[in-house]
Structure formats: C-alpha cells, structure tokens
C-alpha cells in the first residue's frame, strides 16, 4: 500500500509555470506506475500524464503535451509535475495516482490517490 501527498499548487498568471510534487510513501514505490489526473470545476477528471516504474517511459495528454514534463525520483519516493505555458484552461485540482499496474500511454484506473492540490492560472 502507499500514501500520495501532492503538494506546489497555487496561482500563477497565464505563461507561467508551477511545479507540483507527489510524496508517497512505503519502501516499493519503484515498482509503481504514476500518473496525474486533473479534474476543473463541473468537469470530469481527465487525464494528463503518466510514468513507468523506472521513469523511463512517459505519456502525456495532447492537451499538454509540450508543456508539461513528468518525473519520477525513486530514491526520494517522488514524482513531480512540471507545468510550463500555463493557460488558464489548466485551471483545476491535479491528481497524482499510483498502483502496480501496468504503464498504458493514457488514462485508467489506479488504486491509490492523493487529496489533490488547487492550480489556478488566471488570464
């Protein structure tokens, strides 16, 4: 079992960028797939990128792709979120998730989910 705490939200005005870190916790996290969803207010949560185990392989929703780059530090048990070009569409709580399943280029379900954390850009 792990524990997701996701934490560097905030405000930032459009064209900036933010950088957002899920801690987990637990001594296997390296054998976890990640991911991070996002979910705007009267939306569906959607997906936005996911990594492999070993953070070698990465996928990205088109929505950000180009703009956002996610990484995976197992030796810290981390994995971050970094948001360049921000619009405000990106406006949303993000997600990180995480299980032992397999690593598939977009969304699917996870079994372990932080609490969120707020990302507001404003125009």
């Known amino acids: 079992q792990v524990q997701l705490v996701e934490s560097g939200g905030g405000l930032v005005q459009a064209g900036g960028s933010l950088r957002l870190s899920c801690a987990a916790s637990?001594?296997?996290?390296?054998?976890?797939?990640v991911a991070w969803f996002r979910q705007a207010p009267g939306k569906e949560r959607e997906f936005v990128a996911t990594?492999?185990?070993?953070?070698?392989?990465?996928y990205y929703a088109d929505s950000v792709k180009g703009r956002f780059t996610i990484s995976k530090d197992n030796a810290k048990n981390m994995v971050a979120l970094q948001m360049n070009s921000l619009k405000p569409e990106d406006t949303a709580v993000y997600y990180c998730?995480?299980?032992?399943?397999?690593?598939?280029?977009?969304?699917?379900?996870?079994?372990?989910w932080g609490q969120g954390t707020q990302v507001t850009v404003s125009s």
């Open positions: 998730a995480a299980d032992r399943g397999l690593f598939v280029r977009g969304g699917r379900r996870y079994d372990y």
């Open positions: 637990g001594r296997t996290f390296s054998l976890y797939v």
């Open positions: 990594i492999s185990e070993s953070g070698t392989r990465t």
